[in-house]
């Protein structure tokens, strides 16, 4: 069963995902949450802290969600293709809000390292992850293959979050695999 924080954290984060950063206060997010007024601000007092515990949120969920999905077993280029294939789907479908929501705390947390030192910490473990399997499936240089993989990804999921939801995913990734790998 999910606490009343949790409860607010993730209506904060469909707030902030649908409508922007803007949309992000404590009364709209009680109102989300079913909550009674004030809920959220006994857990956040100050929109600042709110700000930043959203954050936190979507980093620790998501590296929660990475960790359970079995990402760590990939061996061959043709499971990574599979597996990249399905998070870009799952971030620009299923999980979309969260994904724009994250775009929107990155953009937010230019003003304020603070509050994007949860989302690059995130960043980094994914750097990493992607560039010791991306030298175990065969790359020469892994960690410029990993810069350019990731960008791809982030390219594509940006795309399909603003300009055409059905752009397909699969053939797009595959050749930045294979890329990767000459």
Known sequence: MSTT???ALDAAVELVGEQGIRALTHARVDERASLPKGSTSNWFRTRDALVAGV???IAETERAEFAAGGALEITTPDELI???????VAQTEVFAPRTRAR???FLEG???PTLLAPLLEQRGLYVE???ALLGHIGAAHPAEAARML???GDGLVFHRLTVDPDAEVRPVVERAVRACLD
Do not use: K, Q, V
């Open 103 to 105: 775009y929107a705390m």
């Open 82 to 88: 599979d597996a990249l294939s399905g998070f870009i």
């Open 129 to 131: 992850w992607t560039t």
């Open 5 to 7: 924080r949790d409860r």
């Open 110 to 112: 230019r003003r304020d």
């Open 55 to 57: 954050t936190t949120w």
């Open 150 to 152: 990731m960008a791809a």
